[in-house]
């Protein structure tokens, strides 16, 4: 809580009050002390316990108007200026009319003269202090909500530019299920229909929910691969297989979500699957905590039309959601895609 926060808590601003009035009030400090040793200055009372009442007196009615000012000026730091400028002027005028009232009693012996010219700039001064402290604490507050402002604004720009680029994500995937869907209607193997829906909808299930989430533990997106390997094993007939190397640390990690399904997909496009060609596909996580996806590179001769979908997509989202990008590597016939891992924030937090 900086000094301007500080200044909502009543506590706070009685301290600020007192050291204010203390600032204000100093000329006559050194009065003071200077007036109980010599009782015949023209501007002191004979009697030194009427110096002291005064001198009391004279304190903590500035703490008082200094108190009630600074409240003024920062609860009020949202209307204009120039209302709080003529507020605190009449709240000044009427507390200098009773503090010349109480003082000339309290200090009879005083001329009134010796004391008012002191006395005018103390009060000028405690009018004009509280009305600076709450400008500075009005423009702070405008700062700061600027700022969260500027914030909700990032982070919905944000989760705007990750649902387009998952919502590109959400047809293709479905597009490609139906045709498997669509096989296996028309060989009449109706169990295995049946349990490719149920699987189906499982898989849409987890990329409804997950859709908003941005990220996502590593275990929840190898569940969803296990579940998507079934219609991938329908759809190749069994000649696709996934080698899972995963410890329970390191599936605690966060990635982006739906990272796997479109190198999963990336990988059938792009590769011939077939009795000759099997495809296994390895996934485990690095020592630099980057989940490593590795295949066998069968080209296909021909490569159907591209929307953009694959890679580039992915490249996107990381860069938006972790401000690191993806790798990729060609080594001994093999393609290979390096995602980076995240703690989560409660990890972070514990160590």
Known sequence: MNFFESLKLPRTTLWWALIMSAIIIYPNI???????????????????????????????????LTFLLIRMNVKQAKKKLNERFWKSFLLAIAAYLIYVIIGKNIAYQIRLDCFTQMV??????????????????????????TQKEMERLKTENLQSR??????????????NSLNGLTALVADNRNEETL?????????????LQSEKKGLVKLADELDFLRAYQYLIEVRYSGKISFNIDVN??????????????PLIENIVKH???D????????????????LIVKNPIYPKYQIGES?????SNLSSRYKLLMGKDIRTAEIENHYIVFLPLKKSEDESTDC
């Open 30 to 64: 050194g009065e003071f002390m200077w007036s109980l040793f010599a009782p015949a200055h023209k501007c002191t009372v004979a009697i030194n316990t009427a110096n002291v009442l005064y001198f009391i007196y004279r304190y903590l009615f500035f703490v008082g």
């Open 275 to 290: 009795s000759e060609h099997i495809m296994t596909v390895d996934i485990n996580v690095s020592k630099r905590k980057e």
């Open 248 to 261: 329970e640390d390191d599936s605690q990690l966060q990635i982006p979500v739906l990272s796997l399904l």
């Open 195 to 207: 349990e490719y829906v149920n699987k189906l909808s499982n898989i849409f299930r987890y990329i």
């Open 120 to 145: 005018i700039l103390q009060f000028l001064i405690a009018w004009l202090v509280p009305i600076l402290i709450g400008q500075i604490y009005y423009l702070t507050v405008i700062q700061q909500e």
């Open 162 to 175: 990750v649902d387009a680029l998952s919502n590109q994500i959400n047809p293709h995937f479905f597009f």
């Open 307 to 311: 929307h953009g979908i694959g890679l």
């Open 271 to 273: 590769n011939v699957i």
